[in-house]
């Protein structure tokens, strides 16, 4: 990282530019040099000049209602500064849209301090950094596509092409790939082809299995034979939702005429295909090795390390501080604190959110694992005057879970049970196990990855009820997207919900929230329940 950083000032307000820059120079000391502009048109003309530039400092007046527009001609100029948005006007609204469109902070000009300003800026041109880094990922995959000798597709739901490679397209006559994006391979193959592809990638989508190297014999529709060796996957979102399915297939024809007429020669091909698929598997096991390996170490060095640094320093001021002799000082420095351990635990929810589902089983009694969360929330629940009735079944068959990860969801769900009731109220766990209906295996609210259980499936379940208000109905379909919390500010990251759900998925299961007939809302966690062995 640079040690000074090259920053624009958009602002009409002379009075105001002088503000900002005070409070640049305040906190930065000589961080940032940054060149002034009163007019949007003068920012147009000095990215076209050329020069680099880290940060765009941006007056939302002097865009005069057409933000969008002014956005998109910035970047068109100038890719790479990142953007901040500094407005009168506190619109969450706005500032959630312009986000959307790339702007990587909003801020509020009443509410700026010097501190708070130049952490923005500060970590608007890290965020940028990593867009870039990003940006380098999106050019190598589109290299992959338009120059790997295999045929490489992505699909949705209903097996439409999203995306496919140039060799595919050059298979299926197309002049450009993007001429198979919503059409299907009844499009280009035969339907019985097509069909058996169809059900193929119904079956990964059901299960989230991968199906590796199946031959298959391609009858084309000008009755030329094809053989092709392919491996199609789930494609998931960054939730772990499947989407779709993606693939890659060589053509083998050569290999299999071989095969099928050169008796001889039958061993030799045979180890070519074995070790055909050896460095198919390979390169999918390394591939996957190399993005969790960037990832993990992104996260660390982007955010973790500045934040112990920071963490570090504010530790410092206050240990040599004077105790009440600056109450404002006292108020920042733990206002600083404050900040630095609400973000490192946003931090750690992300890693447990982007985890890889490695789970540490273990036979576990469900009751006792309840009692452990229970037990965890003693204090809260007793300063609260909230009571707990717990209902456990005498005959709960064990079942194998990680054991710190299902208390880390029951502690989640109860949480937000004692936050929704505020002061007195019950909250009720009941333990059971039982029979699912069939109107107990349909998509709900809570779960967006489809229905993960069958009618008549013996399930182990976990019930935990609030007396509380319960959960708008506008609400209640957001209550598992990342970061969507009705908390106050500074009291919920958003991420709870979110990452239980993730760990219940690790589990084969289930975490279901639904507001009850008679009031409050009930809690489920789902599992599997193990098959009964042999006397």
């Keep these: ?20 820059l005070g409070m640049i120079s305040d906190s930065s000391g000589s961080q940032f040099v940054v060149e002034e502009f009163g007019k949007l048109t003068e920012i147009f003309e000095r990215l076209q000049r050329g020069g680099e530039f880290d940060l765009i400092l941006l007056d939302f007046a002097l865009m005069d209602g057409e933000w969008v527009g002014a956005i998109e001609r910035i970047r068109q100029i100038a890719p790479d500064p990142a953007i901040i948005v500094m407005s009168a006007v506190d619109d969450e609204d706005l500032a959630l849209r312009m986000i959307q469109e790339g702007v990587q902070d909003f801020l509020v000009k009443q509410s700026l301090t010097s501190r708070a300003l130049v952490r923005s800026m500060r970590r608007a041109i890290e965020l940028m950094h990593v867009e870039v880094a990003l940006a380098h990922e999106r050019d190598l995959l589109q290299a992959i596509m338009e120059n790997i000798p295999q045929g490489i597709y992505f699909k949705d739901l209903r097996s439409r092409f999203i995306r496919i490679s140039r ?29 058996t592809a169809l059900e193929d990638e119904q079956q990964v989508i059901r299960t989230g299995n991968a199906i590796v190297n199946k031959e298959e014999k391609a009858t084309q529709p000008d009755g030329s034979t094809l053989w092709v060796l392919t491996t199609k996957m789930p494609l998931r979102n960054h939730r772990g939702r499947v989407i779709g399915t993606f693939g890659i297939s060589r053509d083998v024809t050569e290999l299999k005429t071989a095969q099928e007429h050169l008796s001889t020669a039958h061993e030799r091909l045979s180890k070519s295909y074995e070790e055909l698929k050896e460095m198919q598997l390979q390169l999918i096991a390394a591939e996957k090795m190399n993005m969790a390996g960037r990832l993990a170490a992104g996260l660390a060095h982007e955010i973790k390390n500045p934040l112990a640094m920071i963490r570090i320093g504010v530790d410092f001021l206050m240990q040599n501080a004077n105790p009440g002799a600056d109450e404002g000082m006292d108020m920042t420095l733990k206002t600083m604190l404050e900040g630095i351990d609400r973000a490192s635990g946003i931090v750690m929810e992300l890693q447990t959110f982007a985890a890889s589902g490695a789970l540490a089983l273990a036979c576990e009694n469900l009751d006792e694992v309840v009692r452990n969360a229970i037990e965890l929330l003693q204090h809260e629940l007793l300063s609260r005057e909230i009571g707990v009735i717990t209902r456990f079944a005498a005959d709960l068959p064990k079942i194998s879970i990680d054991r710190k990860k299902i208390v880390q969801v029951l502690l989640s769900v109860m949480t937000n049970a004692i936050d929704a009731l505020g002061e007195g109220g019950s909250i009720t766990v009941t333990t059971r196990s039982r029979v699912l209906g069939a109107a107990e295996v349909s998509p709900n609210a809570g779960n967006r990855s489809g229905v993960r259980f069958r009618e008549g499936e013996a399930v182990v379940a976990v019930e935990i009820d609030d007396s509380g208000p319960g959960i708008p109905g506008e609400t209640l379909s957001k209550i598992f997207d990342p970061f969507f919390t009705t908390k106050p500010t500074g009291q919920g990251t958003g991420l709870g919900l979110t990452v239980g759900s993730k760990l219940m998925e690790f589990h084969e299961g289930e975490l279901r929230v639904e507001n009850r007939t008679e009031g409050g809302v009930r809690s489920t966690l789902l599992f599997k329940q193990p098959p009964v062995g042999p006397a």
């Design 1 to 20: 990282m640079p040690d000074v950083y090259r920053v624009m000032l958009a602002e009409g307000d002379l009075k105001a530019r002088d503000s900002i």
């Design 167 to 195: 060799n595919l397209a050059g298979a299926f006559n197309l002049a450009d790939p993007s001429e198979a994006i919503g059409k299907t391979d009844l499009d280009f193959l035969t339907e019985s082809h097509a069909r």
